[in-house]
């Protein structure tokens, strides 16, 4: 037929589909370093980063194509009310554009609120709130500005979390950082023990601690964090807390071996033990 | 409009929808499921490669045994999901503990009331997953030892791990895939969990409490209390519990005709409510782990505008149902604020575990511990008829007590011993089912 011969011939593979433009599939390395806008150091750097993410086990895995539709983009609760979409970083992904994915990792990729619709929507089975995740990791790995912004505000649950397991604990509730939840949240925090201690439930009835864990528990819980490399990331964006749970880190484990060769021994007198170990 | 002619509205709606509803072949409906949930890995269900695993001598398999009292139900991509129902570990969330004690209350509350054999422990860490999610502050291996730190715990005393939160659940789900699809990860994670006596223990299925609930709730239905058929319950259900690796989430042809999770929605219509729908039930409740600390403006609109709102407006709600700790404290808490724009709803907000166990007829206060929450739960209660004022005063009068040192605190299940909250000891099990000798060291 005459009008099909017009039709212009597409790559076989799909991932470099791409209707917004003539010429199809990446852009050549020369070209995209002609139009970076970025300096010569924050290029190197935005390379690196970028070949980092591309060369995480997870990334073919969750990157499987891109039909541009922008079904992911229209269910994002974030994209309604951030400059974001999970879209425009898929594209990007797609064509190798290490600007535009550095520009996304340090100004819009912590909007994302990670609820996985675009995940589950996404007709190419993108693992798209996964990829966001990929980025994160790494800009906290190559303690980005952005990451170090975010992470500033949140040391309190990330060393509640390292070093005890438990994430929040009800007494960070105080009147003057949550007046947005009424009356209830301020009566509760000001008489804060004796709510807590009418919770029918042993484990629930600090004010400084969700449930109370085991002392071994807890340093299992660090030993993990310090084995896989978390603390080596902490490491480049909070110097001081990465110091201070290491140090904590080594008293409690040390206690630990005691009270336990005591207790294999059969010599522990749990009568000198404080209730809690939280109060050693 | 009156209630009953919206829902004729959403009848005719759904009808014109779907005119195919009562013709439709699931079995054809399954396979194009199947195929769009099918992974770079070629398998149907990452189980399939679970068990291989475990021939090869790789990972444990924490298997659900028969005394687990196991019920097969289904998921979206036809895949048969067995839920335990007893003899159960309990892993509480950070967020349920810390800010919502009366969610993990109402479970334990009511598996006490079914006669439900289970263990809740201080050698449990959460998933940390709230944290990762929220910083990034984290890495797969890290995170893939959380988990199975935990999920040795239970192996350890055979008890099935029944998991409370709805992002640790999806985090979990996420995890397992990852251990049993990538040898790296397991190799990486290995001489870690061994250092620690451990080795990689992978339960074989990863069970969310509101599908314990669901599958217990026709059972637990009959000992309700109250006559809930004037309630219109409109449910949210969490994100991580169904987006989140989708193909691990059951579904009941019985529940919005299997094209939702059945999870709590047909908890919710089990106990007589009248479930109501509204057109963002498909949206997320605006927690976003880091927007609900640090980013609130966009939590309390999104929360507002997007779900209570829409609810109440056109589901004509009068209570609010979920089955997440991130959903219940955003859905609680983000209503207030918006009075001062004029936007007074004050909408009942209440996990489906406190809505079963309120129903049942617990202690509002002393179990469902409803006054740590923002809204007229209080309100919602009067009118299915609990004596809520009496409730109160009693409340009340046990906190005085409690804090000039006249009442002592009341327990679910005995207290744990002292040595408990610092080692896992062996026997502990024993203790706590009063079969054992006691410690060594114990006076
Ligand atoms: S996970 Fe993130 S990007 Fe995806 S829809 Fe949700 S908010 Fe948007
Ligand atoms: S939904 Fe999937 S295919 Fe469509 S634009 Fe988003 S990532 Fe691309």
């Avoid at chain 2, 079914?114 to 291996?141: I, K, L, R």
């Avoid at chain 2, 030892?145 to 659940?169: K, Q």
């Avoid at chain 2, 909408?347 to 409803?370: N, T």
Wanted: charged residues 25%; hydrophobic residues 35%; aromatic residues 12%.
């Amino acid at each position: 037929m005459a009008q099909a011969k017009g039709i212009l011939q597409l790559p076989d593979d799909p991932r470099f589909l791409d209707m917004a433009y003539d010429v199809q599939g990446p852009v050549p390395e020369e070209e995209r370093n002609l139009l970076s806008n970025l300096n010569p150091q924050d290029r190197e750097i935005a390379i690196k980063f970028w070949e980092s993410v591309k060369s995480d086990f997870r990334f073919n895995e969750y990157l499987r194509g891109c039909l541009n539709c922008g079904v992911c983009t229209s269910g994002c609760p974030a994209a309604k009310f951030y400059d974001f979409g999970p879209r425009e970083m898929i594209q990007y992904m797609m064509r190798d554009e290490v600007d535009k994915i550095w520009e996304f990792t340090n100004k819009k990729v912590w909007a994302c609120v990670q609820c996985y619709t675009c995940s589950m929507r996404c007709p190419f089975n993108n693992e798209i709130a996964g990829l966001i995740m990929v980025l994160r990791e790494y800009a906290v790995k190559f303690a980005l500005p952005s990451a170090k912004e975010i992470l500033a505000p949140y040391r309190r649950v990330l060393y509640t979390v390292l070093t005890m397991g438990n994430q929040v604990t009800p007494d960070m509730i105080q009147p003057d950082s949550f007046p947005d939840w009424g009356p209830q949240a301020v009566e509760e925090s000001k008489n804060m023990d004796v709510y807590r201690k009418a919770i029918p439930v042993d484990l629930m009835q600090r004010t400084d601690i969700g449930w109370h864990p085991s002392l071994q528990t807890a340093v299992e819980m660090m030993t993990i964090m310090i084995e896989s490399g978390v603390m080596d990331s902490l490491k480049g964006v909070d110097k001081d807390l990465y110091d201070m749970i290491m140090d904590i880190y080594e008293e409690r484990k040390s206690q630990l071996e005691e009270i336990k060769q005591k207790w294999e021994k059969g010599e522990l007198d749990e009568s000198e033990l404080p209730d809690s170990w939280l109060d050693l | 409009m009156s209630a009953q002619e919206v829902d004729k509205k959403i009848e005719e709606g759904i009808k014109e929808a779907f005119p195919m509803t009562d013709t439709m072949d699931w079995n054809e409906v399954y396979q194009r499921i199947i195929y769009r949930y099918s992974t770079p890995h070629g398998l149907n269900h990452v189980k399939e490669e679970l068990y291989k695993l475990e021939d090869k001598g790789e990972i444990i398999i924490h298997h659900i045994k028969p005394y687990n009292n196991p019920v097969k139900m289904q998921t979206l991509n036809g895949f048969p999901k067995v839920i335990p129902t007893t003899r159960l570990w309990q892993h509480k969330s950070c967020g349920q503990c810390g800010h919502i004690p009366g969610y993990p209350t109402s479970v334990f509350w009511m598996m006490n009331k079914m006669e439900v054999d289970y263990m809740d422990e201080p050698h449990q860490t959460s998933c940390t997953g709230w944290n990762y999610h929220a910083s990034g502050a984290s890495n797969p291996v890290a995170l893939a030892g959380v988990y199975v730190r935990n999920m040795w715990r239970a192996y350890e005393i055979d008890y099935f791990p029944l998991i409370h939160c709805g992002t640790s659940f999806g985090h979990y789900k996420e995890i397992r895939n990852m251990l049993v699809l990538h040898k790296e990860i397991r190799e990486k994670l290995r001489p870690i969990m061994r250092k620690m006596d451990m080795d990689i223990v992978i339960p074989e299925e990863v069970v969310h409490y509101s599908e314990w609930l669901y599958t217990m709730s026709k059972k637990a239905a009959q000992q309700r209390k109250y006559n809930l058929n004037e309630v219109r319950a409109a449910v949210h259900t969490p994100c991580h519990v169904y987006k989140l690796v989708p193909e691990d989430t059951i579904y009941d042809p019985d529940v919005f005709q299997g094209r939702r999770p059945a999870a709590p929605s047909g908890t919710v219509q089990n106990f007589g409510a009248k479930l109501v729908d509204y057109s963002t039930w498909w949206d997320c409740c605006g927690f976003g782990f880091r927007h609900i600390l640090t980013e609130r403006e966009f939590s309390r609109s999104f929360a507002l505008f997007k779900k209570v709102i829409p609810a109440v407006e056109e589901g004509k709600a009068d209570v609010f149902v979920t089955s997440d700790t991130g959903c219940v404290t955003t859905l609680d808490k983000s209503q207030w604020a918006g009075k001062a724009h004029g936007f007074n709803y004050n909408l009942p907000v209440l996990a489906d575990a406190q809505f079963a166990a309120i129903a049942m007829g617990a202690d509002p206060y002393k179990i469902a511990q409803i006054h740590w929450h923002a809204t007229d739960v209080e309100g919602f209660m009067r009118k299915i008829g609990v004596d809520v004022d009496d409730y109160k005063e009693k409340f009340i009068q046990y906190l005085a007590d409690l804090r000039e040192g006249k009442a002592e605190p009341e327990y679910l299940y005995k207290p744990h011993r002292k040595i408990d909250f610092y080692l896992s000891v062996p026997e502990r099990v024993k203790w706590y089912k009063g079969e054992g000798q006691k410690s060594t060291s114990s006076k």
